[in-house]
């Protein structure tokens, strides 16, 4: 069965910090893998993967996707508040039906 | 330009009632995907439409069901609801099926079953 896991679960840190956040994926079919961002409501997209080793970038963020081990990690430099969200991953499944399969998300907070 | 809105935005309805939620796309968006989220997970695809008709369908009891308008609005309908159906309803549109990296999602109407 396909299947999206992202850890941490849940991450605090302060203002200024560098984190890193994992999905791992086990999808048959990959296409590509996407990442968001969800403060209250609505995600928000954040990138899209679909290459191993190149490397997205959009200001602090960054992200990279290793197609070989099955991952990719999001990077958030020089964290503000602003920044606590919860980030969602989620891989699309090339078959027939291209479904998206999430991950359970991570929980960051950025404390002043 | 409006992005994706939907109504209501809260809701509490009392096991085995009916609901209705409502969805209006972006403008320029043709394709409608919904999807449910509990508390502490990640969304869960219900179905998506296009040209009116349903073309996809996660795992989801036949109590779920949808519809989309001419104008590429849609509504989801849930009926006999359960306890377990409450949850946040994200509406997500797109041109097109396939680029799920221009997928805009709505603010999502919270659910809450009694």
């Known amino acids: 069965e396909d299947k999206v896991v992202q850890s941490p679960l849940s991450l605090v840190v302060h203002e200024g910090d560098t984190v890193t956040l994992n999905c791992s994926y086990e999808v048959t079919n990959f296409r590509s893998l996407l990442w968001y961002k969800q403060e209250k409501k609505a995600p928000t997209f954040l990138f899209m993967l679909?290459?191993s080793g190149i490397e997205k970038k959009s200001g602090r963020l960054s992200s990279i996707l290793d197609k070989k081990e099955l991952f990719s990690i999001l990077n958030i430099t020089a964290t503000q508040t602003g920044d606590s969200a919860v980030y969602l991953c989620?891989?699309?499944?090339?078959?027939?039906?291209?479904?998206?399969?999430w991950g359970l998300g991570t929980s960051l907070a950025v404390n002043p | 330009d409006a992005g994706v809105t939907q109504s209501p935005t809260h809701l509490i309805k009392t096991r085995g009632q009916q609901v209705t939620l409502r969805c209006s796309p972006k403008?320029?968006?043709?394709?409608v995907s919904w999807y449910q989220q509990a508390l502490g997970q990640g969304p869960q695809f219900i179905f998506q439409?296009?040209?009116?008709?349903?073309?996809q369908r996660g795992n989801f009891p036949d109590r779920f069901s949808g519809h989309q308008f001419p104008n590429y609005s849609s509504e989801l309908n849930v009926n006999a609801l359960l306890l377990g159906d409450s949850a946040l309803y994200l509406c997500?549109?797109?041109?097109?099926?396939?680029?799920?990296?221009?997928?805009?999602f709505g603010p999502g109407t919270r659910l809450t079953v009694l």
């Open positions: 403008s320029g968006h043709d394709t």
């Open positions: 997500a549109s797109s041109w097109q099926v396939i680029p799920y990296n221009e997928q805009f």
């Open positions: 439409y296009y040209e009116e008709e349903e073309r």
């Open positions: 989620a891989v699309v499944n090339a078959g027939n039906n291209r479904k998206l399969i």
């Open positions: 679909t290459s």
